[in-house]
């Protein structure tokens, strides 16, 4: 696969990435909890995001509660919050760089700008990556933790969900994504220290040559 083909690639993950964080940071559903009561009839699902808690009845009634107040929120939601609002503005802004940087577009003829380009590019991905997988493996840290913990009240339990998954694997995407970019532009020389062994053997075989031709001369 040519690195045209490698750089498309990586940014078709890159889209992926930066849509399924976006997604996984307004999902509700970072925590899941079932209520299933005396029937199935009155099951209520609780989940509970990053912005709003839902809840869910088996009537078909759904309502949603906004998180207005900062302070009063856990301090890992606000973590979690501020590491994924950060994620999504660098994944947006490693792919619009990695655009300057691609082989495939013309907006910039310069080879060694496209190459600062993409590897910027890449950077910004990477640091999206690291910053998307940091809240999900931390909540799902956190939440196996507390299902574990036979201290804890079942009513106070919960399963991760769907966002927390969505998140991991965007962050993932993301993070080969600015791999990829960065290594894009890598220069090929597997062995260097045969070219430099070259250079010397051609450098003294010209000035033999020279010697030779200045003793013809005298």
């Excluded at 973590?79 to 760089?97: E, N, P």
């Excluded at 933790?145 to 694997?169: M, Q, R, S």
Aim: glycine residues 8%; aromatic residues 10%; charged residues 15%.
């Amino acid at each position: 696969m040519t690195s045209v083909g490698v750089q498309l690639l990586a940014f078709i993950l890159a889209l992926s990435g930066v849509s399924g964080v976006l997604t996984a940071t307004l999902l509700p559903s970072w925590k899941v909890k079932v209520d299933t009561g005396s029937s199935i009839i009155t099951t209520i699902l609780h989940l509970h995001g990053l912005w709003m808690d839902c809840t869910w009845y088996s009537t078909g009634m759904f309502s949603c509660t906004l998180k207005y107040s900062i302070l009063s929120l856990p301090s890992h939601v606000q973590a979690a919050r501020a590491a994924m609002v950060l994620a999504c503005l660098l994944s947006a802004v490693g792919i619009c760089t990695s655009i300057v940087g691609m082989k495939c577009t013309r907006l910039v003829e310069d080879r060694e700008a496209k190459r600062h380009a993409s590897f910027a590019g890449g950077v910004c991905l990477v640091a999206a990556g690291v910053l998307g997988l940091i809240p999900t493996v931390w909540y799902m840290k956190d939440i196996i933790a507390t299902f574990l913990d036979v201290t804890v009240p079942e009513n106070n339990k919960h399963e991760p969900g769907g966002a927390v998954y969505v998140g991991f694997i965007s962050a993932m995407l993301l993070f080969i994504s600015g791999i990829i970019f960065c290594t894009s532009y890598a220069k090929k020389n597997p062995e260097p220290w045969l070219y430099s062994l070259e250079q010397e053997r051609t450098f003294a075989t010209h000035l033999e040559n020279s010697v030779y031709n200045l003793k013809d001369y005298v």
